[in-house]
């Protein structure tokens, strides 16, 4: 709870440091010493709680417990992570670098709403908190049009998912008089009430939206590839696991016992989604647009642990955030130093950048889910949470399936980088300290894949 | 038939109708036009469920200072001429069938749908004292919270809207 | 000294971090010491271990805990290694085969510029390895098993600069994948069943009593999956094409990785799991067919190539045929010993080969060769021993080893013996087919080449002749029943893996069996040199023309796999692509004979386009949920 006050004032604190500073590289400075702070309050929260009472502040608004509280503290500090890395790249998307960053701390304060909310009504302004932000730093680079087209595209999809969203929370009010999610795990699971179930399946036609599920995921490669780099990054990870946090609490608290009424829809979104984006990844020519893919097809297999129900679950989708949120903010940072996005401008990095390709293959791996990577824990959790779960081994099988073909794109860049002749260009010189954070995330990525219980001995 | 009824099916079909009405008229003028309509229709329901000051709020926000606006960038930019281009009939037609599809999936879903008998509350439960109290009291934490969306729109408005200066003083 | 087995993958995993991480600084010789000290402390390790293991004073295997790797519900998986005699065993020939290849390399990379880059994958394939062998459970095993399909992977496509070399990998690679699902999906399967990975809780499940709903048909799902994953690394029919294009690696790698150590572990994997494999007699079937299937097949091809690795590598594909034959008819031991004999003779005849392609400036090809002998003679004559190993002759390891496959193929089926005995046969003759034309006769090759024939330096050869040396004496550690009555490796296995003991063969059958392979052997070898005396190489027709272009199995999975996946492909990505979305919306248009212009106003709209698929998709999801499924 100290969290979201803080991640509010600090937001303004950042805000007002945009009128003192006469220069950026200070308030990215500022940032990072905020963001230190709020990873300080969350984890002040979290020793504060106690692991077996969940706590409700404000009439029920919020339900605290060390899970939400844990994701929080993690999602933050990828955040910091995030900011040490692209830093630099933020301040030369525009003018506005402090409310750049102060829309980031809202963004979190969305973040936090939504691992802990109680009411649905915190759902809605949790997830608008989050997605308002997002709007706009989509379309913070001006001066090129393909930004100010993603973010309107971004918005006015995102203002007709919002309406599907009311409308589902809507007929749950209907049906139940209530909006406390805990109240629907009353429904009655033989003889549902339409309306609920109407609510149910708008409510996840919204959050297949927010994390880019098949058929909701048209807009993900147009706003990921036209947005600047350095906000896909962010807009690809905590936002999206943030949400994939706030679909599971609903889904498993609310609907787990009404699961036999959803599985199957949610299932043929989860394989669809599979589908769309490992087969359209496979063809991209642009390393940017690929991993705009890629993430749809990633956010496949974190759709594994909401279908699954159980704790497992629970353990996965933490697992799956942090690990999917770091490699990719790590493959992003690369990114971003190259001049050309697309695969022949990753040609020859590793004559020229030997550490920038050894540490993308690193990432690369990690998403590709090879062994001794995060990446590859996180599957095995998401997949043994579904296997627990036990009806849906079809999905699991055409899931691997999936995973082999995502190893095939994957690598692509990994042979640009290694086995092609060429000179990629950088955009800037790589300073001593992109270097050191580079081989830290790296070191992340390689220690959370050897022992994955550092993040869940914690809960 | 009760005057109450009398009054709710004339303000649900002025609401319909003129909510088609901003779908189909070609003027952008005559489309803002009728969602002012629309939005006076549903205030005219808010007052029948006993929410005087939620109807209030609609006209004033929604029909006065919104649609102003919407007004007002509409002249400026001077687009009450008919320029919106046609759309291909093939696509008018899909979307009118995808739409009444999905019209016709959710009615024939909640067609057997119960619902909840209706509470009767007093009938003062709309009034500004009573709704204060209560966004002060449960719902104090949404209430709260939203001053952050706004802010943040707040934010977004300035950042997209303010001019980029072509010399730059803050260059690193 | 078990205890210490961590040291083991330890010492290869910080040569390739020294290595790989200094691989632009670091001396070339410098960085071959290393990478082979590296190896050389891991095998001094094993030693002691091996004879730790050997005491009789042993008892069961060691299970040595790293660390927790997985606890989430009710499942563990730790990060563990189990030291038995069959991992021990591996370990010795990992680790010893793969010190006398980094000395080799030593010498045979010399010249080339990314000597450091290669020994930090060389043992990065070695720590990889030795983590598959060591695995105390699936998991584990499976870490393994991705690591060294990767570094295959990289090693494959070391001279890079090379396209064909480049796709080679990526054939290599992807066959893998293929396999590396089965393998998953048997692990999923086990975990699904039995809630655990670890080799000891699971083989004592199966051998306790049948758990409720578990039939008997799980257990030859989980073998037939597990099967699928050693096909594709062990290089078995139908995912063999892979091995012989994997030769576009340096030698010694090939030597290392695709004759003595990587292929090989298919095998270990099922006589690891030699339990499970008992309780599924079809699968048993299933593998010995596809062994001698493949036995037979990859020898016919290797009778009619030119290139001389490429005879060597389908004679691999064939001896792992044999290999899974033996594991086929229930001999597991056997086929552990004769993966044994054949690292030593396989890795023997790949680093000679080595030899002769260094001496002739990196010609391949036996066309242009001949009469190499006199000028390589440690060469002729170390290559020689490997050949009448593999052809089993008596005396050699390759006799003893193919001789006890062979018997317990008569024992289980006397087809089955025939059918072996054929492709055994034609080993004789393409081995020695190759050795004539290598060593003997004329020379074939440019003058520039016959000026530059050298012996190599002793850094090869020394490696060569232990070899040379453990590949006759390597079989001694079997000698057949008949002739004592002590196995020692068997006996020495017994506490991990035992044979599904099949009724005797009397003395004299086996005598008899002996005696007919060993005539066919030599007759093959006689009727080799008789042929090859004076080679022609006409074009060939027929059947030749067939086997020389291995049965046009490459043409068939490209024609049948990869050509239509390639046209889905192309139609996905016409499809998937936005443009392609339009061009649908415009063909549709098109095909109404609706004005063009009107349907290309469409792709202005792409938000409405993407709302219009949403609301599609919604309707489709609420149909589904709403009417059609109420699970």
Redesign the interface.
């Known amino acids: 709870m100290k969290a ?1 006050i803080a991640t ?1 004032i600090l ?2 604190i950042m ?1 007002f440091a945009g009128i003192m500073a ?4 200070p308030l990215t400075t500022l940032a990072t010493i905020l963001l230190v702070i709020l990873l300080g309050v969350n984890i002040w929260d979290l020793t504060n709680t106690s692991s077996l009472a969940p706590e409700s ?3 029920n ?2 339900r605290i417990d060390r899970y939400a509280l844990w994701f929080n503290t993690l999602m933050t500090g990828c955040t910091l992570l995030y900011v040490l890395l692209v830093g630099r790249e933020i ?1 030369k998307v ?3 670098v402090a ?2 960053f ?2 980031i701390f ?1 963004i979190l ?2 973040v936090y ?1 939504l691992s802990c909310y109680n ?1 649905l ?2 759902l809605f ?1 949790g997830i ?2 989050m997605s ?2 997002q ?2 730093l989509a ?2 680079d ?2 090129n049009l393909k930004s100010s087209e993603a ?3 971004y918005f ?2 995102g203002a ?1 998912t919002t309406g ?1 969203l009311l409308m589902g929370i809507t007929l749950l009010y ?4 209530s909006f406390n999610i805990v109240s629907f795990s009353f429904l009655q699971s033989d003889h549902l ?3 609920a ?2 609510g149910i ?1 708008f409510i996840m ?1 919204a959050f297949s ?1 927010k994390v880019s599920a ?3 995921h ?2 993900t ?2 706003v990921y590839d036209g947005s600047p780099t350095a906000f896909t990054a962010y807009m690809a990870t905590i936002v999206k696991a943030a949400a994939f946090f706030a679909f599971l609490r609903l889904f498993q608290v609310s609907f787990g016992s009404l699961s ?6 949610l299932a ?2 989860t394989a669809a989604t599979l589908l ?1 984006g490992n ?2 990844a ?2 991209q020519q642009s390393v940017k647009r690929m991993l705009a893919y890629s993430s749809i097809a990633q956010a496949g297999f974190m759709l594994f642990a909401i279908l699954a129900v ?3 679950a629970w ?1 996965g989708i933490i697992i799956y955030a942090v690990a999917y949120s770091i490699a990719t903010i790590g493959i992003f940072t690369v990114l971003m130093k190259l001049k050309d996005y697309t695969y022949d401008g990753f040609n020859g990095l590793a004559k020229k950048e ?1 550490l920038l390709a050894f540490v993308s293959t690193i990432f690369l791996f990690s998403l590709a889910g ?3 990577t995060a990446g590859f ?1 996180a599957k ?2 998401v ?2 949470a579904l ?2 779960q ?1 009806s849906l ?1 079809w999905l ?2 055409f899931g ?2 999936m995973a ?1 073909i995502s ?2 794109y994957y ?1 692509r860049v990994i ?1 640009a980088m ?4 060429g000179a990629a260009e950088l955009n800037s010189p790589v300073s001593g300290t992109d270097k050191f954070m580079l081989v830290f995330t790296c070191f992340l990525v390689i220690l959370l894949g ?4 550092l993040l ?1 001995g914690n809960i | 038939m009760s005057i109450y009824e009398i009054l709710f099916w004339f303000l649900t079909i002025m609401a319909i109708s003129s909510a088609l009405g901003v779908i189909l008229s070609r003027n952008p003028i005559t489309s803002v036009l009728f969602l002012i309509v629309t939005f006076f229709a549903i205030s005219g329901h808010y007052i029948l469920l006993n929410a005087q000051f939620l109807a209030i709020v609609n006209i004033i926000v929604y029909a006065g200072a919104i649609m102003v606006l919407f007004l007002f960038v509409i002249m400026l930019m001077n687009l009450n001429a008919d320029v919106e281009p046609q759309k291909g009939r093939l696509l008018q037609l899909a979307g009118v069938i995808a739409g009444g599809v999905l019209f016709l999936v959710i009615l024939a879903a909640l067609k057997s749908a119960t619902v909840l008998p209706l509470e009767k509350t007093s009938s003062d439960i709309g009034l500004i004292k009573n709704l204060g109290r209560v966004l002060f009291t449960q719902f104090v934490l949404p209430f709260e919270i939203s001053s952050v969306l706004f802010l943040s729109a707040m934010i977004g408005a300035i950042v997209i809207g303010k001019k980029e200066e072509t010399k730059n003083p803050l260059t690193p | 000294m078990s205890q210490l087995v961590y040291l083991v993958p330890l010492f290869p995993l910080i040569g390739f971090l020294i290595n790989g991480i200094g691989w632009r600084r670091i001396p070339k010789s410098l960085g071959g010491v290393i990478g082979s000290l590296a190896v050389l402390a891991s095998f001094c390790v094993s030693l002691g271990i091996f004879f730790e293991v050997k005491d009789p004073s042993f008892h069961g295997p060691v299970i040595v805990q790293l660390f927790e790797f997985i606890h989430s519900g009710k499942l563990f998986i730790p990060f563990s290694f189990q030291v038995d005699s069959l991992s021990s065993l591996f370990l010795l020939i990992i680790t010893g085969v793969g010190f006398l290849i980094h000395v080799y390399s030593t010498a045979y990379m010399h010249d080339d510029e990314g000597m450091v880059k290669y020994f930090s994958f060389l043992n990065l394939f070695v720590f990889s390895m030795l983590l598959l062998v060591l695995g105390g459970n699936y998991l584990v095993m499976f870490i393994g098993w991705e690591g060294v399909g990767l570094c295959s992977y990289l090693l494959i496509g070391f001279w890079f600069k090379n396209r064909d070399y480049t796709n080679a990998a990526k054939k290599a690679f992807i066959m893998n994948r293929i396999g590396d699902l089965g393998f998953l999906v048997g692990m999923l399967l086990i975990l699904f069943n039995y809630g655990t990975l670890s080799y000891q809780d699971f083989f004592g499940k199966l051998q306790g009593a049948q758990p409720a709903g578990i039939s008997s048909d799980t257990y030859n799902w989980i073998a037939i999956c597990l099967f699928i994953g050693a096909t594709g690394k062990s290089a078995q029919i139908p995912l063999y094409t892979w091995l012989p294009d994997a030769m576009a690696g340096p030698t010694p790698v090939s030597a290392l990785i695709h004759a003595a150590t990587m292929v090989t572990a298919g095998i270990y994997m099922i006589a690891r799991s030699h339990v499970l494999y008992t309780l599924a007699p079809m699968t048993l079937h299933i593998v010995a067919i596809v062994g001698l299937a493949t036995a037979l097949f990859a020898a016919t091809i290797a009778i009619r190539q030119y290139d001389i690795k490429k005879v060597l590598a389908y004679s691999t594909v064939s001896q792992l045929g044999f290999m899974f034959l033996a594991l086929g008819v229930g001999a597991y031991t056997t086929a552990v010993f004769h993966v044994m004999t054949h690292a030593f003779f396989k890795a023997l005849l790949f680093l000679g080969s080595g030899s002769v392609i260094h001496a002739m400036g990196g010609e391949q090809d036996i066309r242009k060769m001949g009469g190499l002998g006199k000028k390589l003679r440690t060469t002729q004559i170390t290559f020689l021993i490997g050949c009448l190993a593999i052809s089993g002759i008596p005396g050699f390891s390759g006799f003893f080893s193919k001789d006890e496959i062979l018997a317990a193929a008569y024992a289980h089926d006397p087809v089955l013996y025939y059918l072996a005995a054929a492709a055994a046969m034609m080993t004789a003759f393409y081995m020695f087919r190759l050795y004539f034309l290598t060593f003997t006769g004329g020379f074939r090759g440019t003058e520039d080449q016959a000026h530059h024939l050298h012996e190599s330096p002793a850094a090869m050869t020394i490696p060569l002749i232990i070899l040379a040396i453990l590949s006759i004496i390597g079989g001694y550690v079997g000698l057949p029943a008949v002739i004592s009555e002590h196995h020692a490796l068997g006996s020495f296995l017994s506490s991990s893996v035992t044979n599904i003991s099949e009724h005797h063969l009397e003395a004299g059958t086996e005598w008899m069996l002996m005696g007919v392979s060993v005539t066919l052997s030599v007759l093959m070898i006689a009727v080799a040199y008789s042929v090859n005396k004076k080679p022609n190489f006409t074009p060939s027709t027929g059947l030749a023309k067939i086997l020389e272009n291995k049965w046009y199995v490459d043409e068939l999975y490209d024609a049948v796999f990869v050509r239509p996946i390639q046209n889905f492909s192309a139609f996905m990505e016409r499809f998937a692509e936005r443009k392609g979305i339009d061009g649908i919306v415009n063909g549709v248009g098109k095909s109404v004979r609706w004005g063009s212009d009107r349907i290309r106003l469409l792709q202005t709209g792409q938000v409405g386009f993407y709302i219009f698929v949403m609301v599609l998709g919604m309707i489709t999801l609420f149909a589904l949920g709403f009417f059609w499924v109420k699970l």
């Not at chain 1, 036999?260 to 829809?265: A, G, K, P, R």
Request: glycine share 6%.
């Open positions: 979201i509010t937001g303004i805000m006469k220069e950026k590289k502040l404000f009439n608004m919020l301040q525009g003018e506005h409310e750049y102060a829309l809202f304060c969305g709403l009411n009504l915190i302004i608008e908190i308002i932000p709007y706009i379309g913070s001006k001066r973010s309107l595209k006015l999809m007709f599907i209907g049906a139940t008089g009430n339409t309306l179930l109407a399946l036609m939206f098949a058929p909701m048209m807009w490669p147009d036999s009424h959803w599985t199957f829809v043929i979104i769309v087969l359209t496979v063809f159980n704790a497992v353990q030997p090879i062994p001794l824990m095995y959790y997949l043994q296997i627990q036990g081994l699991v099988i691997l399936l082999s190893v095939y690598f042979i290694y086995f092609k002749q050897i022992f994955p219980q869940l």
